[in-house]
């Protein structure tokens, strides 16, 4: 061993054995280091495929768990509407803006002309919130929602919670079968023994009863909910506005360019008057004349300064009302103040293009009054069908090679006698993804076979990635892979229907009595999946709870070792501004700038800390296991709100206070027994 890298060969037994260890130590050592990394891929999939497990359980993109004081607040939302309505002021609306946590809040003048279209309805007024602030409604679909996004609509669903329920019940509740009972059936009567001795006993183990649960009713008749469903789109982000146009040019005067390059120009001299002699007088706070004014008069010797421009006509522009559905006729054009103005006639106003907006009515000197709104614009007209010019085009270039194809023998179409195989156009170039349908006007007069042959073989080579084929006789017979079909249905439940695919179906037909079934994806919202699991296959029993508890604390243990890896950690952005020396003089644009910096810190990790709570908290299985006091408990640790977040405690009296206000305001599970105690 040894010998070809030039190394001295082992002369003992020891040296030998030594080798040997050497070359089996680094074998194991090798072997154990790609099992760890082995191991290390396994287990870094295990962890994405369970966090991807986690955020699909959580539900819709848009969905947020709420607090109890948010709850409280959006329970209020109502009457602070209508109140704010007859006092003309949003202040108990903005309120419980800010109770929801919202941040950047919505204007008071947003809110208020939210209150007057909402019709005294909260969830009304929280989705016409939401169009004002983000521009889009509440039904379209999104690929990413912001945090007031997901906080506006969990709180229209909160709000609609218990009517969609309600709805949910008489949509799903069982059809009433009057039926008389079986009769029972009753024992024959045993002769009597003669004796109490010839009495048979029976002997049996005793068996603790087991309460069987009843079984849920059956579901009614669903054939109205299995029309066929389309999945909505997703609205994707607009494109961003093309750049502005470059600014025009500067043109520099040309009086300016021949000062600087030292051009004097020479005119008549004029009898004006003087630059000081011209000008008016002026108060008394002018600034007072020198004694010797520097007056200068260039002298000129018959040649004029200024030559008088053009003035070109502007093209007359016709005028417009402003407003769309309205015609007129011009009688005239009249002059005033030296401005052309047009007279108009005829002035008509056609019917509005679109659904009127009623605003309700008021009350005028005994009358009512309807309140115009405006005119809800229309849809976009859909995108026409695509264009068919390219197989017209192809129709007339065959017809003009029908007509002017050369007969005389020498330049015969290369062989090819009767119509072309739909599939080889001998004149055209295929269609790729970079390249249109080509015409190619060499193949028309081209007789010879060999290069033909050459370059249709080329062309199969460059579509396919593969070689020439050469003809063996040989037949290869292909072996057709029957694949798997997957069992779907046109319709909306379909053959295997799960409690999300009912829900779908009919929350569809909900929309126009709950605003809140207008959200999308609102079947993936775990109490409802909930509602409806039970539903269907009734209550959990004690091993699927004893199974979500398990999984509740595998779900701990991630979260442990996700947060040992700095998940949701928010790092503090490095400033040059705050590093460095500096002065006196820049101690105010610091501190101004320093309170921005720290204003945008605290966002950042207020949204990083409410993503980490709506994604832990469907791991505590409340909508299958619900508990009135966890969520207090749950939600009494965390911030409600941005301005509560503390980044630097400087005063340690503030920090004392802080700590013992937090330490008040959260519930404590006390051991079994120590309430007796208290007492």
Known sequence: MGHGDGAPAATSH???????????????????????????????????????????????RWYHALSVPQRKAL???????????LEGRPHRTASIMRSLGLYPRPSRKDLMYCIDICNHDGMEMLAQLYLATFGFSIEGKRESYSLNAKLILSAILYLGMEHLLFLLRERFRPDVTVGEAPPKPKAKPEPPVASPYLQKMVAFLYERPVLKRPPPPPLPN????????????????????????????????????????????????????????????????????????????????????NRKKKTHRRKPVAPSTG???????????????????????NVCILPAQGDLIHGGYTNVQNENVNIHCGYRGRQPPPKPQPCNCVKQWQDTVFEYIKN???????????????????????????????????FNYHTIFNTDAKELHVDKEFKRVWETDSLLQVDTGIKVVKEDKKKKKKDRSNTCLGSRPRPEDYLRCAIRFMRRLNIAARLPDLHLVPELREWMRRRIYGPLNRQEKADMLRKSTTYWAFF????????????????????GHTTWLEKQKLNNNFKIFNNRYKLALYRSHAKLINLFWRTMFQAEMRDKQFRQIYFSYLFSCMEEIQLIPYIAREVQERANSMRVGRYVCLPRGAEDLDM
């Not at 329970?75 to 309505?85: H, P, T």
């Not at 015609?327 to 047009?342: H, P, Q, S």
């Not at 442990?560 to 590093?579: C, D, I, N």
Request: glycine share 6%; charged share 25%; with cysteine.
């Open 14 to 60: 020891e040296e030998r054995v030594k080798e040997r260890i050497q070359v089996v130590y680094s074998r194991q050592m090798r072997e154990r280091q790609i099992f760890m990394q082995e191991l290390r891929d396994v287990r870094k999939k295990r962890e994405k495929k369970m966090f991807i497990s986690i955020t699909n359980a959580v539900g819709p």
């Open 75 to 85: 329970d209020n939302l109502n009457v602070a509407v209508y109140q704010d309505d």
């Open 222 to 305: 669903l054939d109205d909910l299995n029309d066929p469903y389309e999945e909505e789109p997703i609205i994707t982000k607009p494109p961003p506005p093309p750049p502005p146009p470059p600014p025009p040019k500067k043109t520099i005067p040309k009086d300016v360019c021949d000062q600087l390059a030292g051009i004097l120009r020479i005119h008549p001299a004029q009898p004006e008057a003087s630059e000081y002699q011209g000008k008016p007088l002026k108060s008394g706070k002018a600034k007072s004349r020198q004694s010797k004014p520097n007056i200068e008069n260039k002298k000129v010797y018959g040649m004029a300064s």
């Open 323 to 345: 407003m769309t559905n309205t015609r007129y006729t011009i009688n005239g054009v009249y002059e005033y103040n030296g401005k052309a103005w047009y007279i108009l006639g």
């Open 404 to 438: 002017t194809k050369c007969y005389c023998g020498h330049r015969y179409d290369f062989y090819n006698e009767g119509t072309f195989p739909p599939d080889e156009l001998p004149f055209f170039v295929k269609p790729t993804q970079h390249s249109a349908l080509q």
């Open 560 to 579: 442990t070792t996700l947060a040992s890896k700095s998940y949701g950690h928010v790092p503090v952005p490095k400033e040059a501004q705050f590093g």
